[in-house]
């Protein structure tokens, strides 16, 4: 599977945006998604997964409740929309897939074998 991450951009404090990452050569039902990010000078962290089938989802404490991961079957992508946005929150954002023979959500980067292009987010005061 191909994944194409885009919809980064510059935004404001507070403010909100939406991700979206676009598979192709597979649909993304078959894979476990998630979002990762990678600020300048860090390592790159777990933000967010979903399910196969997207009926469940799991969030690093540090955007629980601002961030909401989704899936579009229809469309095959994988969607974060970003809600009160921090200045903590800049960073490039990565979208990702595990196997298509795994079915358990993951929290590090080894977990997924399918990375797609990075999309920067930054956040302004």
């Known amino acids: 599977v191909q994944l194409q991450a885009s919809g980064g951009g510059l935004v404001q404090a507070g403010g909100s945006l939406r991700l979206s990452c676009a598979a192709s050569?597979?649909?993304?039902?078959?894979?476990?998604t998630g979002w990762f990010r990678q600020a300048p000078g860090k390592e790159r962290e777990f933000v967010a997964t979903?399910?196969?089938?997207?009926?469940?989802?799991v969030y690093a404490d540090s955007v629980k409740g601002r961030f909401t991961i989704s899936k579009d079957n229809a469309k095959n992508t994988v969607n974060l929309q970003m809600n009160s946005l921090k200045l903590e929150d800049t960073a490039v954002y990565f979208c990702?897939?595990?196997?298509?023979?795994?079915?358990?959500?993951?929290?590090?980067?080894?977990?997924?074998?399918?990375w797609g292009q990075g999309t920067l987010v930054t956040v302004s005061s």
């Open positions: 990702a897939a595990r196997g298509s023979r795994i079915s358990v959500m993951g929290r590090t980067t080894s977990m997924y074998a399918y």
């Open positions: 050569g597979s649909t993304l039902s078959n894979y476990v």
């Open positions: 979903i399910t196969k089938s997207g009926s469940s989802t």
